[in-house]
């Protein structure tokens, strides 16, 4: 199986912060790499695909980046509706495996 | 509107059976696979496995292999995740999701959840 590692697993950090979200994958899965945020009580929503594609109606304060093993999610100017739980998961091969996430918290 | 409407919650005993269910609406169900998620109460995600249902191939995590099972029924655009015989470590909340083989198999679309409680 491929493991997926997220770092790090929680942050505090203040509207307005430039935030960012690393994601390891313990061998190469090319660009197959996704990243989800989590709200409490709410499913699970798509917000960067192929480790830099915007999903559709995503804000543009997102961003992917990465190849290979290493990737990161960026948020370039955090807001209040950004706190939130948000997981990588790679779709190169089943079985599909997630990251532990990382919980984004107000500082 | 395309999205994905689950079964509500569900509180069962040890042994008992269970079928939960997962409707697509609003796109060609049989073109995207289905994919099951389990998340346990204040934990992350596990990816359970998924079905075509196109013809109904399914493919499970090595962890829920032989524990669960995937079917679907395309004349009614549902899919759904079976137990024959629940254990408690099965409470937990479960998601279906669409594949969307254009976006790098990335799950797209998600179901509300759907909340299983297995106690005595």
């Known amino acids: 199986d491929i493991q997926m590692t997220q770092s790090p697993s929680s942050l505090s950090a203040s509207v307005g912060d430039r935030v960012t979200i690393t994601c390891r994958a313990s061998?190469?899965?090319?660009?197959?790499l996704n990243w989800y945020q989590q709200k409490p009580g709410k499913a699970p929503k798509l917000l960067i695909y192929?480790?830099?594609s915007l999903q559709s109606g995503v804000p543009s304060r997102f961003s992917g980046s990465g190849s290979g093993t290493d990737f990161t999610l960026t948020i370039s100017s955090l807001q209040p509706e950004d706190f939130a739980t948000y997981y990588c998961?790679?779709?190169?091969?089943?079985?599909?495996?997630f990251g532990g996430g990382t919980k984004v918290e107000i500082k | 509107e395309v999205q994905l409407v689950q079964s509500g919650a569900e509180v069962k005993k040890p042994g008992e059976s269970l079928r939960i269910s997962c409707k697509g609406s609003?796109?060609?169900?049989?073109?995207?696979?289905i994919n099951w998620v389990r998340q346990m109460p204040g934990k992350g995600l596990e990816w359970m496995g998924r079905i075509d249902p196109s013809d109904s191939y399914t493919n499970y995590s090595p962890s829920f292999q032989g524990h669960v099972t995937i079917s679907t029924d395309k004349s009614i655009s549902t899919a759904y995740l079976q137990w024959s015989s629940l254990k408690a470590s099965d409470t937990a909340m479960y998601y279906c999701a669409r594949r969307d083989s254009s976006s790098s198999d990335a799950f797209d679309i998600w179901g509300q959840g759907t909340m299983v409680t297995v106690s005595s």
């Open positions: 998961q790679q779709s190169y091969g089943a079985p599909l495996t």
């Open positions: 061998q190469s899965i090319s660009r197959y």
């Open positions: 192929a480790a830099s």
């Open positions: 609003g796109y060609s169900f049989t073109n995207y696979w």
